[in-house]
């Protein structure tokens, strides 16, 4: 993955959370998958298994006509990996490599921090002397707080929340990171290292197949796949993972990354379907000419915001708040009965701007910290 070029603005865009239940893998993401596979069983362990452990025919004419996603990223783990008795050797039949996945907390290691280095020289031409300790836990350890949800602890126990590290590891050596943030809906792909000895496994579309797959096991309901720069190369396997939806700069619309926007944006840097098709938007009022501290949100008519009218719908009365180490509904802070939701600076004009943000699911799966 890539961070913002800050020499090349107008080429950022932002894609809409892809729905894992609803993504299906391209001919070329099940052929890089399976490819792997192949590379960490080896062939003399497929024809053991074939031959210890045959499939039978429904199995075989269902998996020539069906491609299981779930089943797939996990056939290589050692973990799943069958592993009968071989007659000839009295012993179990094992794979050319141990391939390994877990998830781990974002914690600093020297094995991450060197593998970094080593990714970012290779893939990325930096200066090794670039990054120190520091730097890397700052960039990619330092993340979001790992906790449990409190409003989703009871039924959800399993459910993580937070910065974690998906860890991959080939006969005991570690080989790629993927830092994700876990919010209570979804999984954000943050970033990728890999070691560059493997960059010919494809290893970033991999990763985005078994952070779907983990989405899916895990019960998030999205997959963010972040920014998306189109002129960049080392970007271009983001674009591939459908249904996507890339949002218009002007309109704060969606749209669908289909043949007619891949077109446009092969040609030009910057793109609005709402200006090519006319659209004109409202002009933007000078800031000299607003005091912001006196404007609520909700007078902005911002796009994607949520009206008056629907934050009072949330009863944010009941909305938790974190605070001396314990956890208070809203409706306990003094004077919040009396304090109006249109007020910008008032505590309650604070958190209704926020809720109007976030939107209602998040606000049903969360608890605010205004201190932390």
């Known amino acids: 993955m890539q961070r913002v070029d800050a020499e090349r603005p107008r080429e950022l865009s932002l894609f809409r959370p892809l729905e894992a239940s609803a993504y299906r893998p391209r001919r070329d993401q ?6 792997w596979n192949k590379f960490i069983l ?7 298994a074939a031959r210890l452990c045959p499939r039978t025919r429904e199995e075989k004419r269902h998996r020539k006509c069906n491609f299981d996603l779930l089943s797939a990223v996990h056939q290589s783990e050692y973990d799943y990996i069958k592993r009968p008795i071989d007659p000839a050797t009295k012993l179990p039949i094992e794979p050319a490599h141990r391939f390994e996945v877990t998830i781990e907390g974002d914690s600093v290691s020297q094995a991450k921090f060197e593998l970094f280095r080593k990714y970012q020289t290779a893939i990325h031409k930096e200066d090794v002397s670039h990054w120190k300790p520091k730097e890397f836990q700052r960039f990619l350890c330092t993340g979001l707080k790992r906790a449990p949800n409190p409003l989703t602890a009871a039924n959800s126990s399993q459910k993580k929340l937070g910065s974690w590290h998906q860890c991959y590891r080939l006969d005991g050596e570690l080989i790629a990171v993927a830092v994700l943030d876990l919010v209570p809906n ?9 070691d560059p000895a493997y960059e010919q496994w494809e290893i970033g579309k991999l990763s ?6 983990f989405s899916i096991e895990n019960q998030y309901l999205y997959y963010y796949m972040g920014y998306y720069i189109h002129s960049c190369q080392k970007m271009r396997y983001k674009a591939n993972f459908r249904p996507q939806y890339i949002l218009d700069p002007e309109s704060c619309d969606w749209d669908p990354l289909d043949g007619e926007m891949t077109e446009k944006l092969n040609s030009r840097s910057y793109v609005s379907l709402s200006r090519d098709r006319g659209f004109s938007p409202a002009p933007l009022v000078p800031e000299n000419d607003v005091d912001l ?6 007078d902005i008519g911002m796009p994607g915001v949520l009206t008056v009218p629907q934050v ?3 009863d944010l009365d009941h909305w938790l708040l974190f605070f001396n180490n314990n956890f ?4 306990d802070l003094v004077n919040w009965e009396n304090m109006s939701m249109t007020a910008p600076m008032s505590i309650k004009g604070i958190i209704a701007e926020l809720a109007a943000v976030l939107g209602p699911q998040i606000v049903r799966n969360s608890a605010v910290d205004l201190l932390g």
Request: without cysteine; hydrophobic residues 45%.
């Open 30 to 35: 099940r052929k890089a998958i399976n490819k």
């Open 42 to 48: 080896g062939s003399e362990y497929m024809r053991k």
């Open 186 to 194: 979804g999984v954000s792909s943050v970033y990728v290292f890999y």
């Open 208 to 213: 985005a197949m078994r952070e779907i797959a």
């Open 293 to 298: 501290e006196e404007v609520s949100l909700f």
């Open 312 to 314: 009072e719908a949330l």
């Open 328 to 331: 208070v509904h809203m409706k």
